[in-house]
């Protein structure tokens, strides 16, 4: 009887494979593979390659495609797609994955069926592009998020985490703009839930070839600006929620948001008379900063009404998120609160303090000078 059970599961493992084998139009690239289909091309065709410019058109069509059922106990997370036409032919297709971290390479195939191996039951979120012969990359598909299920052998062995395994809710309730005067785009969204507790909103910009993590959001603050982009152009972005344990969610629905030309900066003339210091200092966590800022009045007349600007080095990537005992606003890389009503007057020889936060790239940033209604501070040690 165990030799019968044996016998059977060989037929289904055989007949499973049998099946896989008539969904792929050819098999996975290996690199020594690709070589050998590319020595096999015409000289003339691999010429016209070499000079052809012009990229493949998107993959479309993505959808789930599950693989013949297998005998092993991890999962494997698989999609088809339609083909993509090109002037020469299409090489290969790529298939990227989110991680914590962005997309990374998974796989790559000459057919129109991939995937990758992973956590059972576990949702995973990919795209596609095309290459052709010459190296040219398609536009990525639209994002897809399907689950590992029981498949193919796998091509790593996962690692199983006992803890924490359930993702947060796909972020919702895309809107722009929600800064009115900034100049770029800007965008908010719901908050997402999780078992736990959501640490973390990672969103991506559409770009040609890739989906481009641009930055990390820190709860509470649910929303994003990016400068430096061509004014009257709209972009793409998804949001991506994830927890402490790295588990990410579904991402949102994606947005096309309008890079806007925002509200002209005030010229602040200089205050006769005004005197002023300020100390600072900036914590960090992650890629984000918190800005700490006493401004001290060394004048003999007291300040009635103010406007702090904090500028930062011109190639510093800075974006506001969020500030307390100021209204803030952000023009490029400079920042500038304005007194609340509380804190309107800074009496001779006295201080009030304000803050912000900003998520940076690289190193963080540190002020080039400081300016209290359009008069330079001095910078306390």
């Known amino acids: 009887m165990r030799h019968g059970r044996r016998s059977l599961g060989a037929v289904l493992l055989t007949l499973g494979f049998f099946t896989l084998a008539l969904?792929?139009?050819?098999?996975?690239?290996?690199?020594?593979?690709?070589?050998?289909?590319?020595?096999?091309?015409?000289?003339?065709?691999?010429?016209?390659?070499?000079?052809?410019?012009?990229?493949?058109?998107?993959?479309?069509?993505?959808?789930?495609?599950p693989v013949p059922l297998a005998a092993n106990p991890t999962g494997y997370a698989s999609i088809c797609w339609n083909p993509s036409s090109d002037n020469v032919g299409i090489a290969r297709y790529d298939l990227y994955r989110l991680t914590v971290d962005g997309f990374v390479h998974a796989s790559s195939t000459t057919g129109t069926v991939g995937g990758f191996s992973g956590e059972l039951h576990r949702m995973y979120t990919m795209y596609v592009v095309a290459v052709d012969p010459a190296g040219?990359?398609?536009?990525?598909?639209?994002?897809?998020?399907?689950?590992?299920?029981?498949?193919?052998?796998?091509?790593?062995?996962?690692?199983?985490?006992?803890?924490?395994?359930?993702?947060?809710?796909?972020?919702?309730g895309l809107r722009e703009p929600c800064l009115q005067d900034y100049?770029?785009?800007?965008?908010?969204?719901?908050?997402?839930?999780?078992?736990?507790?959501?640490?973390?909103?990672?969103?991506?910009?559409?770009?040609?070839?890739t989906y481009l993590k641009v930055g990390t959001i820190l709860p509470p603050v649910l929303?994003?600006?990016?400068?430096?982009?061509?004014?009257?152009?709209?972009?793409?972005?998804?949001?991506?929620?994830?927890?402490?344990?790295?588990?990410?969610?579904?991402?949102?629905?994606?947005?096309?948001?309008?890079?806007?030309?925002?509200?002209?900066?005030?010229?602040?003339?200089?205050?006769?008379?005004?005197?002023?210091?300020?100390?600072?200092?900036?914590?960090?966590?992650?890629?984000?900063?918190?800005?700490?800022i006493t401004v001290r009045n060394t004048g003999t007349a007291a300040v009635d009404g103010w406007s702090l600007t904090v500028a930062y080095p011109e190639s510093a990537t800075l974006r506001l998120t969020s500030g307390w005992a100021a209204d803030w606003t952000q023009a490029g890389t400079?920042?500038?609160?304005?007194?609340?009503?509380?804190?309107?007057?800074?009496?001779?020889?006295?201080?009030?303090?304000?803050?912000?936060?900003?998520?940076?790239?690289?190193?963080?940033p540190a002020p080039v000078s400081f300016a209290l209604n359009g008069t330079s501070c001095t910078v306390a040690g």
């Open 23 to 65: 969904l792929l139009a050819a098999p996975t690239i290996s690199p020594v593979g690709e070589a050998a289909a590319l020595a096999a091309a015409p000289a003339k065709d691999l010429a016209h390659a070499a000079a052809d410019e012009l990229p493949p058109s998107r993959p479309t069509g993505l959808r789930p495609c």
């Open 136 to 172: 040219n990359v398609s536009r990525p598909s639209v994002l897809i998020s399907v689950p590992a299920t029981l498949g193919m052998s796998p091509t790593s062995t996962p690692t199983f985490d006992p803890g924490d395994r359930q993702p947060p809710t796909k972020p919702g």
């Open 183 to 209: 100049r770029g785009v800007s965008f908010c969204w719901d908050p997402s839930s999780d078992n736990v507790a959501v640490t973390a909103y990672d969103v991506y910009r559409e770009t040609e070839t």
């Open 223 to 292: 929303h994003f600006a990016e400068s430096g982009l061509v004014t009257g152009h709209r972009y793409t972005y998804v949001v991506v929620a994830r927890d402490e344990a790295g588990n990410l969610s579904t991402p949102s629905d994606p947005l096309s948001a309008l890079s806007r030309e925002g509200l002209p900066s005030p010229t602040v003339s200089p205050t006769p008379g005004v005197s002023c210091a300020v100390s600072y200092r900036a914590p960090t966590w992650g890629s984000r900063l918190y800005a700490e």
């Open 334 to 364: 400079r920042l500038t609160g304005t007194n609340k009503g509380w804190n309107k007057v800074i009496r001779a020889g006295s201080a009030t303090q304000v803050g912000f936060a900003a998520t940076y790239s690289g190193s963080a």
